[in-house]
């Protein structure tokens, strides 16, 4: 649609020429995957050629062009994937038309690497039969292993294989072979069914450093399970069941025969009662109990986000902190689920969730997933297996690609509402009710299915750079027609193949060289340094922070100051008066003299609640000081108002900074003036009479700015607006003043 839009603006009519302008559209009909978001890539061909057709109508000329060229793959993996593309059922998938309108040429790619990659074809993998049911076999006794479970442990143990024989793969940044590492794999699945988890477990069962899944609901993970455990049994601890999880969790990771001891016999006494009881029997029994206890107390007192932070950070008897003792026994994927886990508890305290039970309540009844970012950074130095859809892995590439979910069909997107040819729907809940319309619409829906996953497995072929594999169960209708098993074999009938031996036994088939095995000398790339030694402790305890204060919440003998005689009439307060009079003593002076009396009303003006009376009398103070020349230099050049002070001095106690705004600052070559306003009525007439706070405040402020501007004289001034007054601050009472702070701290 965009493109015929935009061709009715290059042409005036029939037979018309090209006004100037050009039309340059790029589209990959083979990689079209997201039929669900609206994707229709026959559109690309039949506009294409509609579009050529009114080109050439208009005298100008169309030239479709063929990306071949791929900076990727290995000559090998793309001659086998021209191959799977040659069947023309394949190839009107990926074109996304009916076989008989294929407007494409066969679909061909040239290599811009040199060769060496293979691409390998394992037979489908069956199941072990089936014993018969023994009522009376234990509850532990290992099931017949499904094909789900014995493909993937074999693809563990090829995996494992490939990395302890150091099969080499092609470094994309140097050109040269380096030998394969967990981060070299791609495991790509159709959807996350039982062989994607069946793939994982066995994976960390062989030892194999693994991503996790791309997906994850956030509580169906271990550590979601373990934490809420936790939070669960530190507001009712008379709850066995969770207690017996907890005590066989990392938290505790005390024995199944340990908790069985502790639990058998109890005779209905609380669990907890008896390991408490029994705490100093055994040092596992004893550090459970402690840890316990201590996340009892924590929970008492501390809302969510704080009491998993302290429970996350502690650490056990040999300095291991209890996050390092989650991710120790479920992996490093399990740190995900940790952050995403307290950022929860953090986003539930600002909508002001504060106990544990409603945030567990909350959180166990959300479906959060998490979605794990699964580019090519994370397989640095080794890094680790990736497995997720082909979907998800649209755009990313890896040197070997294990291709294991084969042998399942493509099911159709969308429910029970199908698109009929003239842009209508029907609602056809049942195939078996279907009339002759939905029975058409079905078919075409079931058609376009099969299209794109004939696209989706263009997609998963195309991920590989120097090696690919393709394996499958076997399923009730093996290789059934269409499927990506049965489609890769057929690509294998016409390709020059040979036989190998598989891991565990069996034969498969190859095209392409067999893997090379990368020199002894070399060492993995990207591999990392061994940690330092002081990792592994305890970090050192820093010493104490400075406490900043204020200077005027220094002095705790300050007066009772006098209140503004309008407070008895208005009931506007010192603070207010005050807060105004400071506004205009900051904002005048920064306008010439004559324009200070209408500025001054301006702003008191914008103070809807004062009458005229009040504006008046605060002007007035204002501009008393503003007109008196006793107080020029305050406000001459060189001066600051409401300059930020913050900092230590030699006359603070250790440990104390202070943090504050002076009203007025004077900075000149030889000496330093700070300068505080009060708007005290009726103001004092001596400086002894002043409240010894302000005094403390203007010490304070000196011997900061001492240690700021070394080598000049500080001297410090209050400004009473009631007079108006100054009176400077003798140095002898400031340093009585700071050493009753020194003398009290």
């Not at 479709?64 to 793309?78: C, F, H, N, T």
């Not at 060769?115 to 037979?123: A, F, I, L, S, Y």
């Not at 069996?506 to 340094?529: I, K, M, Q």
């Not at 300068?675 to 103001?683: C, G, I, L, S």
Request: with cysteine.
């Amino acid at each position: 649609e965009i493109l015929r839009a935009l061709t009715g603006e290059f042409f005036s009519g029939a037979g018309a020429g090209p006004v100037g302008r050009t039309v340059f559209a790029v589209g990959d009909e083979k990689q079209s995957i997201f039929s669900f978001q609206g994707a229709e890539p026959k559109r690309l061909a039949l506009e294409s050629r509609a579009f050529g057709e009114r080109v050439a109508a208009g005298g100008g000329r169309f030239e479709p062009v063929q990306l071949k060229e791929s900076w990727r793959s290995a000559p090998e993996i793309l001659a086998f994937v021209d191959a799977v593309l040659a069947d023309r059922d394949v190839l009107a998938g990926v074109a996304g038309v009916d076989g008989e309108k294929v407007l494409a040429l066969p679909v061909t790619h040239q290599a811009r690497r040199g060769p060496g990659g293979c691409v390998e074809v394992w037979p489908v993998q069956p199941g072990e039969t089936a014993a018969e049911s023994d009522p009376w076999a234990p509850v532990d006794a290992e099931p017949s292993r499904g094909a789900n479970r014995l493909l993937a442990e074999r693809v563990a143990r090829s995996i494992g294989a490939m990395i302890d024989r150091r099969e080499a793969v092609v470094d994309r940044q140097s050109g040269l072979d380096r030998p394969c590492t967990p981060g070299d794999v791609l495991i790509l699945v159709r959807r996350r069914n039982a062989l994607f988890h069946e793939i994982i477990r066995a994976l960390k069962r062989a030892g194999v450093a693994i991503a996790g899944a791309d997906r994850l609901l956030l509580s169906e993970h271990g550590a979601f399970q373990d934490l809420a455990a936790l939070g669960r049994f530190a507001r009712f601890t008379d709850d066995d069941l969770t207690l017996a999880t907890l005590m066989r969790g990392p938290f505790c990771e005390i024995g199944e025969d340990d908790l069985f001891e502790l639990a058998h016999g109890r005779a209905g006494a609380p669990l907890w009662n008896v390991l408490r009881r029994r705490a100093g029997e055994r040092p596992a029994w004893g550090a459970a109990s402690d840890f316990l206890t201590w996340a009892i107390d924590e929970a008492e007192r501390a809302p969510p986000f704080d009491f998993y932070s302290r429970v996350l950070g502690r650490l056990d008897g040999a300095g291991r902190s209890m996050r390092q003792r989650l991710l120790t026994r479920l992996g490093g994927e399990a740190e995900e689920a940790i952050d995403a886990f307290v950022a929860q508890a953090l986003a539930a305290e600002s909508r002001g969730v504060r106990d544990l039970e409603s945030f567990l309540a909350a959180l166990s009844a959300s479906s959060l997933e998490i979605k794990r970012e699964a580019d090519e950074a994370r397989t640095r130095g080794g890094g680790e297996v990736r497995v997720m859809t082909v979907h998800g892995a649209k755009g990313l590439e890896a040197p070997i690609v294990i291709l294991p979910d084969t042998t399942t069909r493509a099911t159709a997107q969308g429910g029970p509402l199908l698109d009929t040819d003239d842009g209508g729907f029907l609602w056809a809940p049942r195939k078996a009710q279907d009339c002759e319309a939905s029975e058409a619409a079905r078919v075409a829906r079931d058609v376009a299915t099969a299209q794109e996953s004939a696209r989706l497995l263009y997609v998963a072929l195309t991920r590989a750079r120097d090696r690919l594999i393709v394996c499958g169960t076997e399923t009730r209708e093996p290789a059934f027609r269409g499927s990506w098993y049965e489609l890769v074999r057929r690509a294998f009938d016409d390709l020059p193949i040979g036989a190998f031996s598989l891991e565990g036994g069996g034969e498969g088939w190859r095209f392409g060289p067999a893997p090379r095995l990368a020199p002894a000398t070399e060492s993995p790339a990207g591999s990392l340094e061994p940690l330092p030694a002081w990792t592994r402790g305890l970090a050192p305890v820093e010493p104490g922070t400075t406490r900043y204060a204020s200077p005027t919440s220094l002095s705790d003998h300050a007066k009772t100051l006098a209140p503004s005689p309008l407070a008895a009439v208005d009931g506007l307060g010192r603070y207010r008066r005050g807060d105004l009079i400071h506004r205009l003593l900051e904002r005048l002076p920064e306008l010439p003299a004559e324009a200070w009396p209408a500025a001054a009303a301006r702003l008191l003006a914008r103070e809807r609640d004062l009458t005229d009376e009040q504006r008046a009398e605060m002007a007035g103070a204002a501009l008393a000081v503003l007109d008196d020349a006793r107080f020029a230099a305050v406000f001459g050049p060189g001066s600051r108002a409401e300059a930020a002070l913050s900092g230590a001095a030699a006359g603070l106690p250790a440990g104390l900074a202070i943090s504050g705004r002076i009203d007025r600052l004077v900075v000149e070559p030889g000496r330093v003036l700070v300068v505080d306003f009060k708007t005290n009525r009726p103001a004092p007439t001596r400086i002894e009479d002043a409240d010894p706070a302000y005094i403390l405040q203007m010490a304070v402020y000196a011997a900061v700015l001492a240690e700021i501007y070394p080598g000049r004289v500080i001297e410090a001034a209050l400004v009473w607006t009631d007079g108006p007054s100054l009176m400077p601050v003798p140095e002898t009472l400031m340093k009585r003043a700071l050493q009753s702070v020194a003398a009290a701290a």
